[in-house]
């Protein structure tokens, strides 16, 4: 009789996916991938470059990960509720959420319009706020997943003429701390990241030409800093901390 060879099927692990805010521009991209390097799920979040998020995404493919561009204003709940949505229903889970997605102006407080103060703190607090609540629900469902908030130094430090940014980055602290109590039942980490000065968009023309406060002469290298960042999401027993990756004395 001929030798009859027994099949056995093979069974893959499902890639576990990643939400990055703000995931079209400079730190989010390298974020983005860090986790692609991985053979993350990447959502790449933006809110009006498209063409940005597109290139992100055909890098994030590139690299071995597979990558979903997500539209959305996070100043809006119901947009962010809708995004998360569209990233579960393209790959069924999410593990991490990096929120990176920020704005920053430059003013004195006494010549700062109120506006400039709403649409600041609407994007950097308010906007963090509104992705926290959707994740944070099917993580906790989950009872497993990981949130890196992108926060700042001026957060501790003040900044002049950054009193919105320095104010709503302050605000992330508490959201932190607060988010890692109530989910640290549930085994869900959340915890705060400054990546330090990058030349990026956000930073500007507030980017130091000489690093003198930076007790190594330079700024942190930013592929480091999403590696970081990588692994720091990879840590099921850290949460409600911040992490300084700069060397910028606090």
Known sequence: M????????????????????GGSGGIGRAICLAFAQ??????????????MAAQVV?????????GLALQAD???????????ARLL????????????????????IVRMSFQDWIDKVAVNLTGTFHCLQAAGAVMVSKRHGAII????????QGQTGQAAYAAAKAGLLGLMKTAAKEWGP??????????????????GSAFPSVPEAHTVGCTPDLKKVADSI?????????????WNLDSRIL
């Open 2 to 21: 001929p030798t009859v060879r027994k099949q056995t099927r093979r069974t893959t692990t499902p890639r576990p996916a990643v939400l990055v805010t």
């Open 38 to 51: 991985a053979g993350w799920n990447v959502g790449v979040h933006y809110r009006t470059n498209a063409r």
């Open 58 to 66: 055909s890098a994030v493919r590139i690299r071995g990960g597979h």
């Open 74 to 84: 996070i100043c809006d709940g119901k947009q962010v509720q809708e995004m998360v």
């Open 89 to 108: 229903d393209r790959w069924g889970r999410l593990d991490v959420l990096v929120c990176c997605a920020g704005q920053a102006s430059s003013g004195l």
């Open 149 to 156: 908030i992108v926060g700042s130094l001026a957060s501790l």
């Open 186 to 203: 549930h085994s869900v980490c959340v915890n705060v990241v400054f990546p330090g000065w990058h030349k990026t968009a956000l930073a």
């Open 230 to 242: 990588y692994h720091l999401a990879q840590l099921e027993d850290v949460s409600g901390q911040v």
